[in-house]
């Protein structure tokens, strides 16, 4: 049905569908009481994302490695919605220092947090390992999401029980998450020069993506925490025809509607696809592989302390 859809750009039972674009799917919802931090903000979706927070009201910090096009994505969202409180703070997350020097910083602010949009990525990258010896871009895609949430995850607790709000985070993977290696994530030769992909690396990643946000979700229920993790597709691969083609506004629906939208309050450990839920791979929903990618995640980020 989702491949249907974003043909025909017809909604699906949400009222939404390929053709949304991020404005209308957030449509009359005020953010105006919500701060959210939005991982590569400085361009693309992401820009479009914090924009269209912006444009709701919402207190917006714009995490990016870039400042400099940071700063740029920032006059931008000025220029559309001139009472916009954005801000810019410096983050490269294919290093897990500068993600602990990014979470001090922000928590130093003393600022509340209600949202945390896990968008910034990097694809199809040559063979390189990251600053702390792991594949780009599982290093950046996934684990230094992982453990920027970790970090600020407390913070995110302690937000909604204070507010009443209920946190979102949302991990953007992409349907390229069906495309990895054999068994899903190749834990034992992540960093095997010999037999990289630069497409099955990036679908490992994004895999990765979908089973700790699924793993967080649980984890999180089982505590009773008001906080919600789900991962999104936001586009689509530039497959087959440009009619599969989205432009940026329709790219950043999934991920605001999945971040904004009244409907989905309680909804957590689900995956979106063109702003309905979708079902991934059986990669995706296999729990002990979630588990393990969580034990082994920790160990990477302990091992690079």
């Known amino acids: 049905m989702g491949l249907f859809r974003?043909?025909?750009?017809?909604?699906?039972?949400?009222?939404?569908?390929?053709?949304?674009?991020?404005?209308?799917?957030?449509?009359?919802?005020d953010a105006s009481n919500l701060t959210v931090i939005i991982t590569g903000g400085a361009s693309g979706i992401g820009t479009e994302t914090a924009r269209v927070f912006a444009l709701r009201g919402a207190n917006v910090i714009i995490a990016a490695r870039n400042l400099e096009a940071a700063d740029?994505?920032?006059?931008?969202?000025?220029?559309?919605?001139?009472a916009s409180r954005v801000d810019i703070l410096e983050l490269d997350l294919s290093s897990l220092k500068s993600v602990r020097a990014f979470a001090d910083k922000f928590l130093s602010m003393d600022l509340p947090l209600n949202i945390?949009?896990?968008?910034?990525?990097?694809?199809?990258?040559?063979?390189?390992?990251?600053?702390?010896?792991?594949?780009?871009?599982?290093?950046?895609?996934?684990?230094?999401?992982?453990?920027?949430?970790?970090?600020?995850?407390?913070?995110?607790?302690?937000?909604?029980?204070?507010t009443g709000i209920e946190g979102r985070i949302?991990?953007?993977?992409s349907i390229a998450h069906k495309h990895t290696y054999k068994g899903g994530i190749w834990f034992d030769?992540?960093?095997?020069?010999?037999?990289?992909?630069?497409k099955k690396a990036y679908g490992q990643s994004k895999l990765a993506n979908i089973l700790h946000a699924n793993e967080l979700s649980r984890r999180l229920q089982e505590d009773g925490a008001n906080v919600t993790v789900n991962s999104v597709h936001p586009?689509?691969?530039?497959?087959?025809?440009?009619?599969?083609w989205k432009n940026v506004?329709?790219?950043?629906?999934?991920?605001?509607?999945?971040?904004?939208?009244?409907?989905?309050?309680?909804?957590t450990g689900k995956y979106f696809f063109d702003c309905n839920e979708e079902m991934p791979s059986s990669w995706a929903r296999d729990e002990k592989l979630a588990k393990k990618l969580w034990d082994f995640s920790e160990k990477l980020v302990k091992s690079a302390w």
């Open 6 to 29: 974003l043909v025909t750009g017809l909604p699906g039972p949400s009222g939404f569908g390929s053709a949304s674009t991020a404005e209308q799917v957030t449509a009359g919802i």
């Open 72 to 82: 740029g994505a920032k006059q931008l969202i000025q220029r559309t919605a001139p």
């Open 116 to 162: 945390l949009i896990n968008n910034a990525g990097v694809m199809f990258c040559p063979y390189q390992l990251s600053r702390d010896g792991i594949e780009m871009q599982f290093a950046t895609n996934h684990l230094g999401h992982f453990l920027l949430t970790n970090l600020l995850l407390e913070k995110m607790r302690s937000t909604a029980k204070k």
């Open 170 to 173: 949302i991990n953007l993977s």
């Open 189 to 198: 030769r992540l960093n095997d020069k010999d037999v990289y992909s630069d």
């Open 235 to 244: 586009g689509v691969l530039k497959v087959f025809s440009y009619v599969f």
């Open 249 to 267: 506004p329709q790219g950043a629906a999934t991920t605001c509607y999945v971040a904004l939208h009244p409907s989905l309050k309680g909804v």
